[in-house]
């Protein structure tokens, strides 16, 4: 497997060895120290916990909602019996996780993003365009599936589902194409739905795959990413302590967008209402660690084609109180309706 990131990249000769993007960097920013307690909030197949556990002699709480990454984990868990737990849960409640595993508070953690190449590359959970299997995309097996929305939701509301979430701008067309064939038939596998995509969107060789848009929006909508990235960012900023380290790998721009607002706003103190003046400023609670984001070499591009949308993103935890998790909601971008652009 080839790491996490959108869109897909075939190997040759099927599958290569798991790469966790950006590991290098990941580990420099996370500066984990002996003694210390970190969460890999997205742990997939634990290829930051492995190098963060390799790096000092501290303990990781890994945590995924992916059932098939807890099944995967138990030879991590021997090597480290004592140093790394891995528990079956949301990131967006990882200050919560920490805390019945004995840690309220954290010297770092990590996150990355998006869809795993695990998931990718296991057909039959319908994250891969390229690969036969029921349009699923359920990270965690429960609710509703990609099938679910594709065949139910209103041509509008599809629509701008696929634009909002996929910032593809032949969404009004695909939905359209979409509602057409499942008036036939229920559109119920990944390469059914990739095909009636690639009838109406087309792209020049070299270019991503047609349907590696919609197939993000269905993903990030059936999964609640945007939602669950920005409540596990406020979680980050309540569990962890002064000097403590977070650490974000994003994939597509809705992501890193959301961890670029959230920093910045982190970085710098809390401005008051201009109706109350008075009302005392709150100071910085995070300090930038990397300024901007950081990109992968092109050495690992290489390597690991998956890897060339990844940013990472890196802070501090200052010495004051996490901020009020009102303003969270703010972090998810007013992305723009399609009826706007007609």
Same mark, same amino acid.
């Given at each position: 497997?080839?790491? =996490?990131?959108?869109?897909?990249?075939?190997?040759?000769?099927?599958?290569?060895?798991?790469?966790?993007?950006?590991?290098?960097?990941?580990?420099?920013?996370?500066?984990?120290?002996?003694?210390?307690?970190?969460?890999?909030?997205?742990?997939?197949?634990?290829?930051?916990?492995?190098?963060?556990?390799?790096?000092?002699?501290?303990?990781?709480?890994?945590?995924?909602?992916?059932?098939?990454?807890?099944?995967?984990?138990?030879?991590?868990?021997?090597?480290?019996?004592?140093?790394? @737990?891995?528990?079956?849960?949301?990131?967006?409640?990882?200050?919560?996780?920490?805390?019945?595993?004995?840690?309220?508070? @954290?010297?770092?953690?990590?996150?990355?993003?998006?869809?795993?190449?695990?998931?990718?590359?296991?057909?039959?959970?319908?994250?891969?365009? =390229?690969?036969?299997?029921?349009?699923?995309?359920?990270?965690?097996?429960?609710?509703?599936?990609?099938?679910?929305?594709?065949?139910?939701?209103?041509?509008?509301?599809?629509?701008?589902?696929?634009?909002?979430?996929?910032?593809?701008?032949?969404?009004?067309?695909?939905?359209?194409?979409?509602?057409?064939? =499942?008036?036939?038939?229920?559109?119920?596998?990944?390469?059914?739905?990739?095909?009636?995509?690639?009838?109406?969107?087309?792209?020049?060789?070299?270019?991503?795959?047609?349907?590696?848009?919609?197939?993000?929006?269905?993903?990030?909508?059936?999964?609640?990413?945007?939602?669950?990235?920005?409540?596990?960012?406020?979680?980050?900023?309540?569990?962890?302590?002064?000097?403590?380290?977070?650490?974000?790998?994003?994939?597509?721009?809705?992501?890193?967008?959301?961890?670029?607002?959230?920093?910045?706003? =982190?970085?710098?103190?809390?401005?008051?209402?201009?109706?109350?003046?008075?009302?005392?400023?709150?100071?910085?609670?995070?300090?930038?660690?990397?300024?901007?984001? @950081?990109?992968?070499?092109?050495?690992?591009?290489?390597?690991?084609?998956?890897?060339?949308?990844?940013?990472?993103?890196?802070?501090?935890?200052?010495?004051?109180?996490?901020?009020?998790?009102?303003?969270?909601?703010?972090?998810?971008?007013?992305?723009?309706?399609?009826?706007?652009?007609?």
């Amino acid at each position: 497997m080839a790491g =996490r990131g959108d869109p897909e990249t075939e190997t040759a000769g099927g599958p290569a060895r798991h790469l966790p993007v950006m590991l290098r960097e990941v580990v420099a920013h996370l500066a984990p120290k002996d003694d210390a307690t970190y969460v890999d909030g997205t742990f997939g197949a634990g290829g930051y916990s492995r190098a963060i556990l390799e790096a000092a002699r501290c303990r990781v709480i890994g945590i995924d909602r992916d059932p098939t990454a807890i099944a995967g984990a138990g030879g991590l868990v021997l090597a480290w019996p004592e140093r790394l @737990v891995v528990v079956e849960d949301e990131f967006a409640h990882l200050d919560q996780v920490a805390a019945m595993q004995g840690a309220p508070q @954290v010297d770092g953690v990590v996150l990355d993003i998006g869809v795993s190449s695990m998931q990718l590359d296991q057909g039959e959970r319908g994250f891969s365009f =390229r690969r036969e299997g029921p349009l699923d995309m359920r990270m965690a097996r429960s609710g509703l599936s990609a099938a679910d929305l594709v065949n139910a939701l209103p041509e509008a509301e599809l629509a701008n589902l696929i634009y909002r979430f996929g910032e593809e701008r032949q969404s009004r067309n695909i939905a359209r194409a979409i509602v057409k064939a =499942r008036a036939d038939a229920p559109v119920t596998t990944t390469l059914r739905l990739a095909e009636i995509v690639a009838g109406v969107v087309w792209a020049k060789p070299h270019e991503p795959h047609p349907a590696t848009r919609t197939f993000q929006a269905l993903r990030i909508a059936v999964n609640d990413e945007l939602g669950q990235l920005a409540r596990a960012l406020g979680a980050a900023e309540r569990v962890l302590k002064p000097g403590g380290r977070l650490v974000v790998v994003t994939f597509h721009s809705l992501e890193d967008r959301i961890v670029k607002n959230f920093l910045n706003a =982190r970085a710098k103190p809390a401005a008051g209402s201009r109706h109350l003046p008075a009302v005392k400023q709150e100071p910085p609670s995070f300090r930038l660690v990397a300024r901007g984001a @950081v990109e992968p070499s092109e050495a690992e591009i290489a390597a690991n084609p998956r890897a060339r949308s990844a940013k990472l993103r890196a802070a501090e935890r200052l010495d004051v109180p996490a901020r009020d998790i009102a303003d969270l909601a703010a972090l998810l971008p007013p992305l723009p309706d399609p009826d706007a652009r007609r």
